[in-house]
């Protein structure tokens, strides 16, 4: 299983920057699809996930209203679509994928990462 990270770039505050998440050798449409953030110093934590099926999401609170995580199971992509974002925003993200969706970093399959970085 391979997931593809990309779309991370250099965003004023204010501005958006949407992420792509490209898999492969996955049943894609059985699995959550889920983003994570690391900021330099502090822990990896959940961002976003959406089911398989139904196309439920959930947000961490920081992020809600802001972001909007979604999936394309024809094209075995998921997007995170990220608007107003703030300095405190500034992170590694990560997608990944998993049959549970736990709010917890102990998902199955990872990508490699893709730098957002937000300017003040």
């Known amino acids: 299983v391979q997931l593809q990270a990309s779309g991370g770039g250099l965003v004023q505050a204010g501005g958006s920057l949407r992420l792509s998440c490209a898999a492969s050798?996955?049943?894609?449409?059985?699995?959550?699809l889920g983003w994570f953030r690391q900021a330099p110093g502090k822990e990896r934590e959940f961002v976003a996930r959406?089911?398989?099926?139904?196309?439920?999401?959930r947000y961490t609170p920081s992020v809600k209203g802001r972001f909007t995580i979604s999936r394309d199971n024809a094209k075995n992509t998921s997007y995170l679509q990220m608007n107003t974002l703030n300095p405190e925003d500034t992170a590694v993200y990560y997608c990944a994928a998993d049959r549970t969706g736990s709010i917890y970093d102990t998902w199955s399959y990872w990508g490699q990462g893709t730098q957002v970085t937000v300017s003040s």
């Open positions: 050798e996955l049943a894609f449409s059985e699995y959550f």
């Open positions: 959406i089911s398989g099926i139904s196309g439920t999401t």
